[in-house]
């Protein structure tokens, strides 16, 4: 890589330089999606401007390269301002406009035109419980590795399971499977590698960072369009690709390898194609780590105007994704045990969709048609000694596959926005699984010891998923007080009263209220739903579904906050949050809900479950958010969440997602030369933690490789706080239709110890070949004469990224 990057800037300074660059985008009505002539865009503080065509289109030509803000005007509508935009000599910047009709008698006044710079109270339906990222802010994180799932972290309300290590986003207390995510109206069920089948986290962010335009992050107040959302709705907003001609760009770090490619086909179509390649295995193998994972992903978005109503977007994303060991140089016990206890972790996914949107008198109408896979393969060994013949402790082939429509239409009219559609969905589960979850164990008499649990059986699921929702919003007293009513059912034809309409049913209302040109108070309140995921529906024992009486999952939410804005690019929100669980799956077996099993790599809920667990998550979270308007922009959050759950027994305990304090921080700095400082700081309260059985992980680590944690002191301990703070430093090089940008980014950079949960294992002999023992015998099959050793995992290791981005 180091050579790479040496032929790139002995070469690049020999091309013309070209200091300027170019904007573009499109301005439509939010409300009807209808293009809007002569709207006035101006480039910040410049001279530079221009208004948009018969089709809504403008373009600003010559801009000397660097960062500006770009404010948009129109009579009868709200101005607005996109900040942070990053103009180079290379990409074309598409910046495309949504404006709302001018909701104040005073827009002339310039303080009340700006307070409509909001996000939040610019939408009724979701007036709070919402923020939004842009691409830039997406790209130049801190620690971010351009994974979004990463940067999302800023955010209030938003942590990681465990150490931070992972993707599993725990939103106000909400397990990684309550959230729901969303690529240009598509749903895709993953957006991380090496995916925790029923759980959705991950390792690492599939997305592409280069083809986001924005994100919008809904806590609450969840539209009613959108099913199976407990915790939030994630949507992502793709850009089209340069109208003008072909570019593209090329990002090589010490992890990966990406390329981008887009531009025109005709004039009425328009391309976004992208491939990723890890070297995550070779980092791995730098750093002594016994498991090499490597993976792929691809995405592609084609725009085709059919004529000046219609269009037509396709888009798809995947990946590719294999978990193998290799040997350490280094036999530590904790290699060892990474050895031992995870799978071997084989999977692939894809979502591919086509999205017609047509204009229509007063609004527009939205059809989607999606098919999505996701394919899991996992085996795992008995840990026995090496040479040994290994019988599988685990050995499953999963494959979730969901064919989906969605209509929704739109309309604006007299001040109403109202919505209303319907979706279905086919679903095919298969689950081929054999696990020991704990083996069974007799003494020299043939005596039960202990007695075993195995799961095996072989699922083949078909069933279909339906809802119908309606979607109604008004601000009325002079537009001081918005309103919003919503609701939707969902049913399906597998659970035994899926088909009842009235189990499902969802309200929802949320209320803005206008103080004055600053302050904001919002309120909302609903109930959402959200069917158990496809292995706890799909569980067998004696070829019979044992979870066909499983009920929706049910939270209540309750919402208030106020929100103030003393300048356009200064916002402030503080919200106080309940939500109330029941019906949530709690295990036959243990007696637990599957709130308190956290989530690792592999699968979960494959088990005989209960839908009547309760539980309850609240809080409040302060987010203090300054955009970029000279040469600095930060953001800072603090969250206080308690997240309990019930089980069989009926008492709340912290749940797995109960980390009770949340602080991150940003802060990006703009210096001259094209050189930019970013810095990010994140904090989380220790993670509650079950320590083991003793004597039943002794009995059981010699041939499943993991110990066996003692229910009955469930979540009693906690982990150590989690810490850490990221550094990175970009600079660019402008040539001609050509930009470097050479960046460094450290994750870790004060070598934080990561706290993990504990790991129980056995003592190695001095020359390794083996399990001492306290006789010097072998190892008993009971373990009885093993020496137990609990790992602490607690490293802090500072994680360097060089790298360059290419832009053409």
Known sequence: MLRNLLLILIVLPFVCYAQTGVVTGT????????????????????KLGAATNEQGVYRLDNIPVGSYTL????????????????????????????LG??????????????????????????????????????????????????????????????????????????????????????????????????????????????FIEDLKVSTSAFDARFD?????????????GNPERFSGNVRLSGSEFAATLEGPVGAKTTYLVSARRSYLQ???????????????????????????????????????????????????????????SVPYNNQWNYTAGINLKRLVTDGYVNLALSRNEFNIDLKKYEAAEEGENRPLTLNSNSRETENKLRLDINKYKNGFKYAYGLSGQYVQFRNDIFSVIRKELRDEQNNLVQPGVTVNYNTDLDFFRYGVFGQVSKAVLDNKLGLSLGIR??????????????????????????????????????????????????????????????????????????????????RFTLEGFYKDYSNYPVSVRDGISLANQGSDFGSIGNEKVITNGDGRAYGME??????????????????????????????????????????????????????????????????PSTPFDLEASRRNYASLGVGI????????????????????????????????????????????????????????????????????EALSSDGSNAIPVILKDNDGNVVPTLGFIVEF
């Open 101 to 210: 009709p001018a909701t104040s008698k005073l827009q002339e006044v310039e303080i009340v035109a700006n307070r409509r710079q909001s996000a939040a109270v610019a939408d009724l339906i979701t007036p709070l419980s919402v923020q939004s990222l842009t691409t830039e802010e997406i790209r130049s994180n801190p620690g971010g590795n351009f994974d979004i799932s990463k940067v999302v972290q800023v955010l209030p309300g938003v942590a990681t399971s465990g150490s931070g290590g992972r993707n599993d986003l725990i939103i106000r207390g909400g397990a990684p499977s309550e959230n729901v995510y969303y690529l240009d109206g598509i749903e895709i069920p993953l957006i991380n590698h090496f995916t925790t089948q029923g759980s959705a986290g991950g390792a690492t962010g599939i997305l592409n960072v280069s």
């Open 709 to 776: 944690l003692d229910y009955s002191r469930l979540n009693t301990e906690r982990l150590q706080p989690f810490s850490q703070l990221d550094f990175r430093v970009d600079k660019k090089w402008n040539f001609n239709r050509i930009t470097l940008d050479l960046f460094l980014d450290v994750a870790n950079v004060l070598a934080s110890k990561t706290p993990g949960f504990d790991r129980y294992t056995f003592q190695r002999n001095t020359d390794n070949t083996g399990f001492a023992t306290t006789d010097g």
């Open 489 to 570: 059912t969902d049913m399906n034809s597998f659970t035994a009263e899926g088909n009842n309409p009235l189990k499902t049913l969802s309200p929802r209302l949320a209320v803005s209220y206008l103080l004055n040109d600053r302050w904001t108070i919002n309120a909302s309140s609903g109930i959402y739903y959200k069917l158990p995921t496809y292995t706890v529906l799909g569980y067998q024992e004696d070829n019979m579904f044992q979870n066909k009486s499983a009920d929706y999952i049910r939270s209540v939410h309750y919402v208030l906050g106020t929100e103030y804005l003393p300048r356009p690019d200064l």
């Open 27 to 46: 301005i439509r009505d939010v409300n009807t999606q209808e293009p809007l002539i002569g709207v006035t865009i101006q480039l910040g503080d410049t």
């Open 622 to 687: 302060l987010y203090i958010q300054k955009k970029l308007t000279g040469t600095v922009f930060s953001v800072l959050s603090y969250t206080y969440v308690i997240s309990e759950f019930a089980g069989a027994d009926g008492q709340f305990v912290s749940s797995a997602w109960d980390y009770r304090h949340l602080v991150s921080g940003l802060l990006g700095k703009k210096l001259p030369r094209n050189w930019e400082l970013g810095v990010k700081y994140r904090y989380a309260g220790g993670a």
């Open 71 to 98: 404010q948009s005007s129109y009579v009868g509508y709200e101005p607005q301002s996109k900040y942070n935009i990053n103009v180079t000599a290379g990409n074309v910047q598409i910046i495309n406009f949504m």
């Open 282 to 340: 070779f980092l791995f193998k730098l750093l002594d780590l016994p498991i090499r994972p490597n993976y792929w992903d691809f995405q592609y978005k084609i725009d085709h105007k059919l004529n000046e109503k219609t269009s037509l977007s396709f888009i798809g994303v995947g990946a590719i994704d294999e978990f193998s060991f290799g040997v350490p140089r280094n036999s530590t016990p904790e290699n060892e045990y990474i050895l031992r």
């Open 228 to 240: 199976n959302a407990l915790a939030s709705v994630f949507e992502f907003r793709q850009r089209y």
